[in-house]
């Protein structure tokens, strides 16, 4: 009896790491220092508490790394990096690990219930802005938060490693976050839309090139107008100001048009899949029943 209690959890344990997800930081544990690369990157928020700490420093992974550089983001930084309030509390924390030219960007936010506002495709369209490529970043927070702070940390760690962004992109691409969490919690429009909005947006200026602020004007109208989204005059107007100032920045879009090529694909899939979120719950359910059922067939 106790050899087939032993067979039926071996057998369990196998369908269970089937059937969970792997993150993006699955392939980056155990494989020593890369001395290419560099050492991974964790910073965290400053106004966690120790025990916040060690929970953000479990969710992140970070013990799986034979060596990390550890930076933490303060209320100064949101000053110095994109002129916001130097008394604003920093709790979203991130882990950047740097990939090869061509790997492109991926974000995986670790707690999705605790980051409220901002998406993962807005934080990558956002780092793009910046001038963000080429690395696998996770975000968490132990506690609900917005998480604006994580892109500060982003900002900082590359600063500490002598990485240069442009200081107004970095603005921009914080102003651009600020609109999309502004857009995004308006009834009648929800985050992915918001997202796939500005991605679409930015592929528009990448094929035409515009010249000029009407130029601009006329691509945020037609992009609205494709995507069915409904925006005030007063949020129509932020999205033209915005994209105006990263057209006066010569942002290069052709530069990371396959990545938002990428990126317009799996949001749009999303957009459209209206019974995802059943169907996963579905399955996730039926997936357990199927365990329970097993073992009460083969018990009996």
Known sequence: MKKNIGLLLLVFLIMVSFALPNGVSASTGGEGINEKLGLPIVVYGEALTDAQKAKVTKLLEVNQHDQVDEFTVTGQDIANYIGGNPNSNMYSSVKIIHQDNGAGLNIEIVTPDNITEVTKEMYTNALLTAGVENADVLVASSVKVSGHSALTGIYK???????????????????????????????????????????????????????????????????????????????????????????????????????????????ENLVNDEGFWNSLTSAVRGFFQSIADFFRSVIS
């Open 157 to 267: 760690a590359y600063d500490a490693k002598g990485v240069a962004l442009d200081k107004e992109r970095m603005e921009v691409a914080s102003e651009e976050l600020d609109v999309a969490t502004s857009i995004g919690n308006q009834e009648g429009v929800d985050q992915a839309q918001v997202s796939e909005l500005l991605t679409e947006i930015k592929k528009a200026i990448a094929e035409q090139n515009p010249a000029t602020k009407e130029e601009i004007e006329q691509i945020v109208q037609e992009q609205l107008q494709n995507l069915n989204i409904e925006l005030s005059p007063e949020d129509r107007q932020r999205l033209i100001d915005l994209f105006d100032q990263m057209r006066s920045l010569n942002i290069d879009f052709d530069q990371v048009k396959s990545q938002l090529d990428e990126l317009a694909g799996g949001i």
